[in-house]
């Protein structure tokens, strides 16, 4: 076989990983902070993406606009749903927020399909990013080389504001112990409200990104979801370093899978899932309870 | 800040369908210090919740300085200018020392600084950078009492600081609880030493099954000791 082959594939595998490193990582977000099981990660996906095709054909606004503004819709929709639909399930079992976020999975789906059908529409790569560079082993286009350096930024800055803010040690308390944050004055309802706009954001941009490569569809995220639950699964479900960093390695993983074994590419990410869950079942990087 | 006053009438409180208080009524005037007593399963922690408006279900009226607070959530009542320290400590395991001081947020000015209660508690000093549960029991007590010092609150729910504790541990918190009290501030305190409590209460109140069955104010302490053993099943 081809280096060229070998490192085309790599990059698949690298751009995958960009997009489940971000999806990974709200999802594990959401789970860490709320309880929620969101189905409907793939769904804000789609959102971003169509959010950035609607910004585009109704309004004329382009690419950098849609980068921007279709992750904060994403955003907005999720903080809407998580103060009218969402924050009845908190007191629920895991199960009752996962079946709410299915359904609403399906609803958003089903309104897209009704209105836009299933064909996929173009949207086209911004004039700066077009072309791309001759490596010597292989041809790297600048979108690509884009959507993993910008991903890599957004998962490495979310996790500098969880870490190292204030706001992110509001969230980890919040995480950790909801009363008790309460009973310190601080307002975790409204945070909670804030956490899942963000995980759903980062979905979101996820879909703008992913537009120029894969073009906009509704069911574009319909079986990304499955795949970003298994590698939370791996990672750990509320660990946001493991979601990122088993994103991005699972992405090239499958990406390999498809120049030595062609036929495992799709099973890999649960081959490993199941492998993980026999062996350390919290997750790679998740706290054993 | 003018210090906040407390007073309880008639509160029941629920966890789920088990009705825990049956009418607990008790005051705490501005400046004084009062501590509850009782048996363990009184109700005493669960008051101390439901003043902090960390149990849902709860009746009857908690008036703070004149407001009533029973259908408020937890943050408003710490906005006011509450405190808690649980008796279970409540330090965060993903937090350090330092993000654990500073989590709470602050109400005024009024409040020590983080250098301050660092000189007072100096152990947290050298282990800032460590993971909160890390600590020794000793040192996470230092921590939940520290951290209840920077926010400038003037009323402070005390649940059994010194329960478990060595005795020059139960020292140094005693010192900072009388710091709190020379301050001026108000505090309720539910503790099981009662030597330890004896020396700064102002009124003892004891509880058994969920009600206040007592009222024994600091004057008549010595004369009732009797009375007090038996009340503690000591």
């Known amino acids: 076989m081809s280096t060229q082959v070998l490192f085309g594939q790599l990059l698949v595998g690298l751009i995958n990983g960009s997009f489940y490193a971000l999806l990974a990582l709200g999802f594990a977000i959401i789970f860490g902070l709320l309880g929620i099981i969101n189905i409907a990660q793939g769904t804000f996906y789609m959102i971003g993406a169509f959010g950035g095709w609607m910004l585009l054909n109704y309004f004329g606004l382009g690419y950098w606009w849609g980068l921007l503004l279709a992750p904060l819709i994403a955003g907005i929709v999720g903080m809407a749903l998580e103060k009218t639909l969402i924050s009845r399930m908190y007191k629920l079992d895991h199960i009752y927020g996962l079946l709410l976020t299915y359904g609403l999975m399906m609803f958003i789906m089903g309104t897209f399909i009704y209105f836009f059908q299933t064909a996929p529409r173009p949207y086209p790569v911004p004039p700066e990013l077009q072309g791309g560079y001759n490596l010597g082993f292989m041809f790297l286009p600048k979108y690509r080389a884009w959507v993993v350096l910008v991903s890599l930024t957004f998962c490495l800055g979310t996790w500098f504001v969880i870490e190292k803010t204030s706001v992110g040690r509001n969230l980890r308390a919040a995480t950790e112990n909801p009363m008790l944050t309460r009973a310190f004055g601080i307002n975790v309802p409204a ?12 979905a979101g941009l996820g879909g703008v990104l992913a537009g120029p490569i894969y073009s906009v569809s509704p069911i574009m995220g319909g079986d990304l979801v499955i795949v970003v639950f298994a590698i939370v699964v791996v990672g750990g479900m509320q660990s946001i370093l493991g979601a990122v960093i088993t994103g991005l390695s699972l992405g090239v993983l499958e990406g390999l899978t498809k120049v030595f074994y062609a ?7 649960f081959v490993i899932m199941f492998i993980v869950l026999m062996v350390k079942p919290a997750g790679l990087f998740g706290q054993e309870k | 800040m003018a210090e906040l006053s407390l007073s309880i009438s008639d ?4 966890y789920g369908d088990s009705h825990v208080l049956h009418g607990v009524t008790l005051d705490v005037p501005a400046g004084e210090v009062v501590t509850i007593v009782g048996r363990n399963g009184a109700g005493k922690t669960t008051t101390l919740r439901s003043i902090m408006g960390m149990i849902e279900k709860r009746t009857g009226s908690i ?4 407001q009533n607070v029973i259908a408020s959530p937890p943050e408003k009542i710490a906005r006011l200018g509450v405190a808690y320290v649980p008796e279970e400590r409540g330090i965060y395991a993903t937090l350090d020392v330092t993000e654990n001081l500073m ?5 005024n000015d009024s409040g020590m600084t983080l250098e301050k209660i660092y000189e007072l508690f100096p152990n947290l000093h050298a282990r800032r950078n460590s993971q909160g549960t890390r600590l020794s029991g000793g040192e996470q007590q230092m921590l939940a009492i520290g ?6 609150a003037s009323l402070f729910l005390l649940d059994e600081p010194t329960e478990g504790l060595a005795p020059v541990i139960v020292q140094q918190i005693g010192k900072a609880i009388e710091l709190m009290k020379a301050q001026g501030h108000t505090i309720l305190l539910v503790e099981q030493n009662f030597r330890f409590a004896a020396k700064i209460t102002d009124r003892h109140y004891v509880m058994e099954r969920g009600r ?5 104010p600091r004057a008549d302490v010595e004369k009732r000791a009797g009375q007090i053993q038996q009340y503690l099943g000591i």
């Open chain 1, 191 to 202: 945070l909670l409200t804030f956490g899942f706009g963000i995980g759903v954001a980062l």
């Open chain 1, 263 to 269: 036929q495992g590419a799709n099973m890999v990410i």
């Open chain 2, 11 to 14: 509160l029941h409180a629920f």
């Open chain 2, 63 to 66: 008036t703070i300085s004149g």
């Open chain 2, 103 to 107: 989590l709470p947020r602050k109400v």
């Open chain 2, 147 to 152: 951290r209840v010092l920077r926010t400038g």
């Open chain 2, 212 to 216: 206040v069955i007592d009222m024994i």
